[in-house]
């Protein structure tokens, strides 16, 4: 589709034109017809009244033309871009022919936004309350920053991190003043170019405590929230607070969208999220209650409170009354109204919620205003609070897994169900899908039949829910009876139908979950599937349920079509909302044009032929900004911009997104997927790592880190760079020095988020590997003491003594002054001192050997090997804990009351699992004492016979993922889980505190065990507290180096104030813990030990 403005502009390109005005014609009837000459001549009428120099000679043509396409629903015709270029940041852009862009001449047009004096006398006057720490202009975090989800890339000139509400009523005002246009964002997992701009970002996210709060009102039915909250954090605090109260309903918000655990509120109220079970009913527009509201005028709008409310309709009485005008206007239409209403009966995210206009009475201007809001993009205002109406999350639920033989008969299944069942949820899965759904044993397993199925095969993954067991099988009978009523084939094959029986419900979580996580991963196989150098495209269009059939089929003939073989198409088939993925490269002008084409058709096929939305739930933005009146028609289309006119007459706020007078803007800033290196090339940008990440409030995210990787290997491999891509270059690879690599923690907690499993960490460690090479001298140190270990690590207790004497004697200032000093001056080799640093540990005793060896009633020996890590040799409690021992005593306390004979490895002192060299990027050092520690376990295991015990969890990650000998895998064990496996039953247990705060380090959320470990601390106390906090950000002695890291990490920790002490299972992790929460964290065996006695009669582990 291209709009009327392309008329105006380009006579070459009238075919893509005419369509436009047939398909405003389309759209704008309430009943899908093909209109006849009257309405065409209209809506040509119209285009000539609405000021858009369309002559008579073209519309007359254009009339001709479009009556033609009618009849027989002819395909878009391809129209050539003329050329295509690159700008600054890599972006690339298809070029119109007689495009001038002035250097230095504004217009607030992406790319057209030059300083003419107007940004510098912005910042000159947001200085005086926004400090300059908080604003960007340096080319790496403009250039992380600007980028989002996205597969678009604009610059942005200024950063701003905004703390607060008043903040944004200052600033905003001064936008207007000046003429800046700015853009809000918040977690930057929109798809659809809604969150970045060449002008001024707002970023609201990742600024520590700022725009986090919340309030949860009475049994959970309601919550009052701020835009910097994950929307998967509101659920968790919703859950904590109905634990809490012992509350008889678990409430959850509406919005469910795939990317729940990273996306913020800020933009699933902006966006009008929803997701895969909340359907139209449950969305934001649906189940928001209240918001308060900054206007570009700088005025707070807070819905909620009724003087607000008064004081709003006398101040702003114009845009009241323009609003309650049009509110009227469209009340007054019938034909209007009517397909308003029908696109928002199905999922639609296309173009202003003018829904607001009709679901309200024109006397509730406020309810109308609030609405409208809603799925606004940050175009008509900034949303600083919002209140939800929650809906019950049912504990009862069972999922199933049909095949049919074919799309039309699996989508024709889930319109029978949208019927004739209130069933909670239906996923659409094509034959692409299913292929790749093969390649999950566990699916394997639950649904066999998928393999070998037809080519035509699709499935529906169908859940049901209920508040008891009897509700929820009464809905399963619902659905399976009308299943078998519908008639339709059921199974893989055509030639070997089945029958509902072979499809049962499973109401084991465990399998459910297979099952869902197989659905929210498909989109992530996809993406990590693509060829190197592309992107992967989320497209996202509805259609009314029972067109779904056709246009499933049109669309997956129009991949095939166009020669993307590993299209896939899946979504929410009970919404009718598809998810069209596949991966796209933007490298050439020929790259462009194919997807540019695509575009075109798939417009034609969703809004033209199906009457559908070609956004249903991912916000319009820049990419369906040109299709917006393809879909809407011109009469509402002309409201939109009405709209947007009453609350943005001077366009400030995200000028560009949802309405564009460029019909171009969809090909315009394509953001390049350059590969850089095998362990990033499959980043898909999403930003689902992001708030994993220690030092996302410091500098950069994992995702930041990658793109900024990606930007530097472009520039550096550009064949002919000017002189400003060399600049650039330079000033990138300077500034990535301290913002990318030397404050990663590389503790590889991004990957656990990370939907293609890419662990950032190693990129991080694989650059430091690579700067270590180029210092010859540094490798020959590590390689020293990597030989001398035990004398370099033998005299650290009594360093650490006599650092804690000094303490006790002068004071912290003076420690804390001279190694801050010292810290500076070695450029952060040197560690800083803080309060609970350690005293030295005592020397390691030997174990001895029970007199008579204790055996299990299989007749095996109660031995185990304990390998004490090089940490907890040197280091013991803080100076002011009241804990002296160390955790090898406390350890070895634990195996004498369980009767374990221990053995320690041979030359233990002189072991090291090789991570501190690792992650200093000395990896022949890592690699060296990797393999003298593994012969040593092997040797005192018995070839991996005995159960191996590393006290520090950390250390054990890298040891398993170094060993070589297999044998060793299956007999590490880290403390949490060798107690759970083989101490429990030997053990009396009792609870000696009232509440304890735990802290499961990184390496061992990894690894699975974060339910041993609180389960573990609840036998011995009342209350246990986590701490909230994905990674503390320690990453060994890196967060002594750089206390800011840590700083900035556990700014979140939010322990309750009856909290008495708390417990990890990594002693660097713990003095940071400590140090940031005031009171003494330790290792969890310390706890274990205090709390138990040895049990004369075993009983079966938890």
Request: one cysteine or more.
């Amino acid at each position: 589709m291209a709009s009327k403005q392309r008329l105006a502009r380009l006579l070459q390109q009238a075919q893509r034109s005419v369509r436009s005005l047939h398909n405003s014609v389309v759209s704008a009837a309430p009943v899908p017809s093909r209109p006849g000459p009257k309405s065409l001549k209209d809506a040509a009428d119209e285009v000539l009244r609405s000021g858009r120099q369309l002559n008579h000679t073209r519309a007359n043509a254009a009339m001709a033309q479009v009556s033609t396409q009618s009849k027989t629903h002819t395909m878009p015709v391809s129209v050539p871009i003329p050329a295509v270029k690159v700008d600054l940041s890599g972006a690339i852009s298809m070029v119109p022919e007689g495009e001038i862009i002035e250097e230095g001449v504004y217009k607030n047009l992406d790319g057209h936004r030059f300083e003419d004096g107007r940004y510098a006398r912005f910042t000159d006057e947001i200085s005086a309350f926004i400090p300059v720490e908080r604003q960007f202009t340096d080319p790496v975090r403009t250039f992380a920053y600007g980028t989002d989800a996205s597969f678009y890339r604009l610059n942005p000139k200024l950063v701003v991190k905004v703390h607060n509400e008043k903040e944004l009523q200052r600033i905003l005002p001064i936008a207007k003043k000046h003429g800046v246009p700015v853009t809000f964002r918040a977690a930057g997992t929109s798809l659809s170019g809604q969150a970045i701009t060449d002008s001024v970002l707002l970023k609201l996210s990742h600024t520590g405590k700022n725009f986090r709060n919340y309030k949860v009102h009475g049994d959970g039915s309601q919550i009052t929230v701020e835009p910097g909250l994950i929307a998967g954090e509101v659920n968790k605090i919703l859950a904590s607070h109905k634990k809490k109260h012992s509350l008889p309903i678990q409430y959850k918000i509406g919005p469910d969208p795939s990317s729940i655990d990273s996306c913020m509120i800020g933009g699933v109220v902006a966006n009008n999220s929803s997701g895969m079970c909340c359907g139209v009913s449950q969305n934001t527009y649906h189940t928001l209650k209240d918001m308060r509201v900054v206007f570009v005028d700088g005025t707070v709008l807070d819905t909620a409170d009724p003087a607000s409310c008064q004081s709003f309709l006398k101040s702003h009485k114009s845009l009241v009354d323009g609003v309650t005008q049009l509110a009227k206007r469209v009340q007054g239409d019938s034909e209007l109204s009517s397909l308003i209403r029908r696109k928002f009966a199905i999922k639609c995210t296309t173009g202003y919620s003018l829904n607001a206009l009709v679901d309200f009475p024109v006397d509730s201007p406020i309810e109308i205003i609030k609405h409208l809001i809603i799925g606004s993009e940050g175009t008509l205002a900034f949303v600083s609070q919002a209140t939800y109406n929650t809906v019950p999350e049912w504990p009862h639920k069972a999922s199933a897994f049909m095949v049919f033989p074919d799309v039309r008969s699996a989508c024709q299944g889930a319109s029978v169900l949208r019927s004739e069942t209130a069933v909670d949820a239906v996923e659409v899965f094509d034959r692409v899908s299913l292929t790749e759904c093969m390649n999950d044993e566990a699916m394997l397993k639950l649904v066999p039949e998928i393999e070998g199925a037809d080519p035509t095969a699709a499935a529906l993954l169908i859940e049901c829910r209920g508040a008891d067991e009897a509700s929820l099988q009464a809905s399963i009978d619902e659905v399976n009876q009308a299943i078998m009523r519908s008639g339709l084939p059921l199974g893989p094959k055509a030639a070997r139908l089945q029958t509902i029986e072979d499809y049962p419900f499973h109401h084991d979580p465990k399998k459910s979950k297979i099952l869902w996580d197989v659905r929210k991963g498909l989109i992530p196989i996809v993406g990590g599937a693509r060829e190197p150098g592309t992107s992967m495209l989320i497209e996202d269009v509805a259609c009314p349920v029972d067109k779904l059939p056709d246009m499933m089929m049109d669309l997956g003939d129009m991949f095939q079509r166009y020669g993307y073989a590993n299209a896939s198409c899946f979504g929410h088939a009970l919404e009718g909302n598809l998810h069209l993925v596949f991966a796209q490269g933007f490298r050439n002008k020929e790259e462009v044009q194919r997807f540019a084409d695509l575009m075109e058709e798939m417009c034609y096929i969703v809004a033209t032929k199906n009457s559908g939305s070609l956004k249903g739930e991912h916000g319009t933005g820049r990419n369906m900004a040109p299709f917006v009146e393809m879909e809407w028609g011109t009469k509402a289309y002309d409201l939109m911009w009405e709209l947007k006119a009453l609350f943005d007459p001077e366009t400030v706020l995200n000028p560009g997104v949802i309405l564009n007078r460029d019909p171009d803007v969809h090909i315009k800033a394509l953001k390049p997927s350059p590969a850089a290196s095998p362990i990033v090339n499959r980043c898909i940008e999403c930003g689902f790592c992001e708030s994993n990440c220690p030092s996302k409030d410091l500098t950069l995210t994992p995702r930041q880190r990658i793109v900024v990787f990606r930007e530097v290997h472009r520039l550096s491999t550009l064949p002919s760079p000017t002189a400003e891509e060399t600049s650039r270059l330079a000033e990138m690879r300077e500034a990535y020095e301290y913002q990318g690599v030397d404050t990663c923690a590389a503790d590889g907690m991004c990957q656990e988020k990370c939907p293609v499993k890419i662990n950032t960490g190693d990129l991080i460690k694989q650059i430091r590997s690579e700067e270590m090479m180029q210092q010859p001298r540094a490798s020959g140190v590590a390689k020293w003491i990597a030989n001398n270990f035990s004398a370099v690590t033998s005299p650290v207790p009594f360093f650490l003594n006599m650092v804690s004497l000094s303490h006790s004697i002068v004071g912290p200032a003076p420690l804390k002054y001279i190694s801050n000093w010292l810290n500076r001056v070695s450029d952060h080799a040197v560690p800083t001192w803080n309060p609970y640093m350690p005293r030295g540990a005592a020397k390691l005793k030997l174990p001895v050997a029970p007199t008579v060896a204790i055996q299990e009633s299989t007749g095996i020996p109660r031995k185990v090997v304990y390998l004490p890590s090089c940490v907890t040799r040197m280091m013991g409690p803080a100076a002011g804990d009241t804990q002296t021992e160390s955790v090898p005593e406390k350890l070895m306390s634990l195996f004498a009351k369980a009767g374990y004979e221990v053995i320690i490895p041979r030359g233990v002192t002189n072991q090291c699992c090789g991570m501190m060299f690792n992650s200093r990027g000395f990896k022949d050092a890592a690699a060296a004492k990797g393999r003298e520690l593994e012969a040593a376990l092997m040797e005192a295991s018995q070839g991996g016979k005995l159960p191996i015990v590393v006290d520090t969890s950390p250390c054990l990650s890298q040891i398993k993922a170094s060993i070589s000998e297999p044998e060793l895998r299956f007999a590490l064990y880290e403390p949490v889980e060798f107690i759970r496996h083989f101490l429990v039953d030997k053990l009396e247990f009792r609870k000696v505190r009232d509440t304890v705060a735990i802290h499961v380090p990184c390496s061992s959320k990894k690894m699975g065990i974060e339910d041993s470990f609180a389960k573990l601390a609840g036998l011995c106390a009342n209350e246990v507290v986590p701490s909230g906090v994905p990674c503390c950000g320690m990453a060994g002695d890196r967060g002594m180096r750089y206390p800011e890291l840590t700083g900035s990490s556990l700014q979140h920790l939010n322990l309750p104030k009856e909290c008495s002490d708390g417990y990890s299972t990594s002693r660097t992790c713990e003095m940071s813990l400590s140090n940031h929460s005031g009171i003494h964290f330790r290792g969890l065996v310390y706890l274990i030990d205090e709390a138990t006695t040895a049990k004369k009669v075993p009983s079966k582990a938890v």
